[in-house]
């Protein structure tokens, strides 16, 4: 399986809303309610924001929300933040594996 | 409070076996729907899916990487080792293990901080 693409960067200003995309495959993004997208600050670990297409794990501001149409899904973080800035990740589930996007560099002008 | 933290060595040499422990507490991995996962993220790309292990023992690899990975658990201990054949300067990367649960589905939500692991001659 190859990769899940998603934007190389996206940006937005503080306040204003954005919405990163991962597309993959029925066979991955398509065919299971197990989209997961994580954040990832230099040099941590990722954190999760979101699994099963749309949940947010406690703790997570519902400032970011995600949904998924076909093949695609997409992550909207709302009132753009400072501290939103950073790598994002989409993963899913493949029946067999687990399988992660290139990654989408945020960043907060 | 679940952590997880990963050991073992920084440098490994081409063709060598990298063995990594991950040490967790705030679970069981006999507890039903636990399970346990490694990823790694070469500098500067993204994390890649290597391997899990569930409550019951079951496992699952990544299959492009299958013929090289072990991965198993000591309940008693609450670790899990890693184990990754005829290392290769490819391999070079940050180690992750993180702690899933079935409601949670594929994801993982605890992270090890991670362990740099070097391939070089």
């Known amino acids: 399986q190859s990769a899940l693409t998603q934007p190389a960067s996206v940006s937005g200003s503080p306040g204003q809303s954005i919405t990163i995309s991962c597309t993959g495959t029925?066979?991955?993004?398509?065919?299971?309610?197990?989209v997961s997208w994580y954040q990832q600050h230099p040099g941590k670990a990722p954190k999760l924001m979101i699994y099963?297409?749309?949940d947010r794990p406690s703790g997570v501001p519902d400032r970011f929300s995600a949904s998924r149409s076909g093949n695609t899904a997409s992550l909207t973080i709302s009132r753009l933040q400072a501290e939103d800035e950073g790598d994002y990740y989409c993963?899913?589930?493949?029946?067999?594996?687990?399988?992660f996007g290139g990654g989408t560099k945020l960043t907060v002008l | 409070q679940i952590t997880l933290k990963e050991s073992g060595p920084t440098l490994v040499k081409p063709t060598q076996t990298l063995t990594l422990t991950c040490a967790f507490s705030?679970?069981?991995?006999?507890?039903?729907?636990?399970?346990v996962g490694w990823i790694r993220q070469p500098p500067g790309k993204a994390p890649e899916w290597l391997a899990l292990?569930?409550?019951?023992?079951?496992?699952r690899y990544s299959p492009s990487l299958k013929s090289r990975l072990t991965i198993s658990k000591d309940t008693s201990k609450n670790q899990v080792l890693f184990i990754m054949t005829n290392m290769d300067p490819v391999d070079t990367a940050t180690y992750y293990c993180?702690?899933?649960?079935?409601?949670?589905?594929?994801?993982?939500?605890?992270w090890g901080p991670g362990t740099l692991v070097t391939v070089s001659s």
């Open positions: 993963s899913s589930y493949t029946s067999t594996h687990v399988i």
């Open positions: 292990i569930y409550w019951d023992d079951d496992k």
């Open positions: 993180g702690h899933g649960y079935d409601s949670f589905g594929s994801s993982f939500d605890y």
């Open positions: 705030g679970f069981s991995l006999s507890t039903r729907g636990e399970r």
């Open positions: 099963e297409v749309s």
């Open positions: 029925s066979s991955d993004v398509g065919g299971y309610n197990y």
